[in-house]
Each structure stands twice: as structure tokens, then as C-alpha cells.
């Protein structure tokens, strides 16, 4: 018996040289990311990438609570693994640099500067 024929999709190179944006994304991939959401939590954890509407995906994650839900010392976290983060949710999302600074950027940042890497 033969085998069904296979369709293949053939893709056509790259016309265009992805943007500065792009690029900077692309440099935070791998890098420890800690992003900030709209209900007091902190997820801590690798950038893995985002999809069309900049949801943030992170694997090897720990979330954290701060303010009244956070629990007897509020510095428990607890480990989530891989998580989506809707940008819609994000408050501040910062990336560590090599000397263990956190670099960040608010959503209002993000909304407001050309020179975003989210925009």
C-alpha cells in the first residue's frame, strides 16, 4: 500500500528585517522576568515568549502575593511552572540585567512610548 500524499506548506523567506522591537524582544528570551498584575500578584520566571496580543508566557515560575492576601509574612511564593500572563492584567513587567537589577516597564510605558519594546 502506498503512503496518502503529504501536503507541505513551503514558506517564503523573511522580505523584511524584523524591527528594533523585535529585536529587543527576541534579546529578553531566556532572561528572568518579574511581572506585576492588576491583583497585587508577582510572577517571577523565564521568558519563554508572547503571542499576537503580547500576552506574556514564562516557564519555571513562582508566584508571590503581596498586600492583604498575601498571608502571615507575604513572602511565600509558591511554584506555578509555566503561566500565561494576559497584557491586559500587566502593571509592571522588569527584566533582570547582568549586575541582578530589575529593568522594568509599566503598562502605561508600554501605551504611551514608541520606543517600547511592547508596542
Do not use: C, H
Not at 523565564?46 to 492576601?69: C, H, M, S, W
Amino acid at each position: 500500500m502506498s503512503s496518502p500524499p503529504v501536503a507541505t506548506v513551503a514558506r517564503s523567506p523573511r522580505t523584511t528585517q524584523p524591527t528594533a522591537n523585535v529585536e529587543r524582544l527576541k534579546a529578553m528570551l531566556k532572561q528572568t522576568l518579574r511581572i506585576s498584575i492588576t491583583d497585587g500578584r508577582i510572577f517571577v520566571g523565564t521568558f519563554a515568549g508572547t503571542d499576537k496580543q503580547l500576552n506574556v508566557l514564562l516557564i519555571n515560575t513562582d508566584e508571590y502575593r503581596v498586600g492583604p492576601d498575601a498571608g502571615a509574612d507575604g513572602a511565600d511564593g509558591r511554584y506555578v511552572g509555566q503561566v500565561m500572563i494576559p497584557w491586559r492584567l500587566v502593571v509592571r513587567a522588569e527584566a533582570r540585567r547582568g549586575d541582578s537589577q530589575m529593568q522594568g516597564i509599566s503598562q502605561d510605558d508600554a501605551d504611551s512610548d514608541d520606543d517600547s519594546m511592547y508596542t
